[in-house]
T-cell receptor
Framework: DVKVTQSSRYLVKRTGEKVFLECVQD?????MFWYRQDPGLGLRLIYF???????EKGDIPEGYSVSREKKERFSLILESASTNQTSMYLC???????????????FGPGTRLTVL | GQQLNQSPQSMFIQEGEDVSMNCTSS?????WLWYKQDPGEGPVLLIA?????ELTSNGRLTAQFGITRKDSFLNISASIPSDVGIYFC?????????????FGKGTLLTVNP
């Protein structure tokens, strides 16, 4: 079974703090993704990575950065957290084997971040 | 961007009833995926569909990739209380990047015992 884990289930931070969200997958997947999920807005892609040290912006990258130093690990960084970044953050991964299997993303359990 | 229309938005059913939900798009999709999300958890993949007309089952769940490639449906037979949750469709449309999925807004399912 594919396993995607996220470092924290719940996190409370103060405005202006630097926040790190970590994601690890154990299926040797090339592709990894960070989404945020908000009521009424659904899932929105923040960043994705298709290889170590490679990244591309998603739909809402402003206020976020990412790091992928190892294949299994993808980090989301909030350089200076703001209250409008309070959300559920979901990490996902997919195979880079090509074809339509690349489309099949497996999600982690999520991190509920509250910024006060 | 591409949009997926998922319906219904919510359903209230009695235990034992069958359920049907669907997603439609104005664009052709290459892949359709169905996920279930429990409160406070991440989405869990239920069924992946890769070819037009494909019909795939996973226990009491059955999903089909529409022949026009613009729609997909998910059926749940003989519902039980643990079927409660939000069901999402997702897909990659044929003109999109290799990585980016489009998501429906979800169907909230409530099952009365």
């Amino acid at each position: 079974d594919v396993k995607v884990t996220q470092s924290s289930r719940y996190l409370v931070k103060r405005t202006g703090e630097k926040v790190f969200l970590e994601c690890v997958q154990d299926m040797d997947h090339e592709n990894m993704f960070w989404y945020r999920q908000d009521p009424g807005l659904g899932l929105r892609l923040i960043y994705f990575s298709y290889d170590v040290k490679m990244k591309e912006k998603g739909d809402i990258p402003e206020g976020y950065s990412v790091s992928r130093e190892k294949k299994e690990r993808f980090s989301l960084i909030l350089e200076s957290a703001s209250t409008n970044q309070t959300s559920m953050y979901l990490c996902a991964s997919s195979s880079g084997a090509g074809g339509r299997r690349t489309d099949t993303q497996y999600f982690g359990p999520g991190t509920r971040l509250t910024v006060l | 961007g591409q949009q997926l229309n998922q319906s219904p938005q919510s359903m209230f059913i009695q235990e034992g009833e069958d359920v049907s939900m669907n997603c439609t798009s104005s664009s052709i999709f290459n892949t359709w995926l169905w996920y279930k999300q429990d409160p406070g958890e991440g989405p869990v993949l239920l069924i992946a569909l890769y070819k037009a007309g494909e019909l795939t089952s996973n226990g009491r769940l059955t999903a089909q990739f529409g022949i026009t490639r613009k729609d997909s449906f998910l059926n749940i037979s003989a519902s039980i209380p643990s079927d409660v949750g939000i069901y999402f469709c997702a897909g990659r449309y044929s003109g999109g990047s290799n990585y980016k999925l489009t998501f429906g807004k979800g169907t909230l399912l409530t099952v009365n015992p």
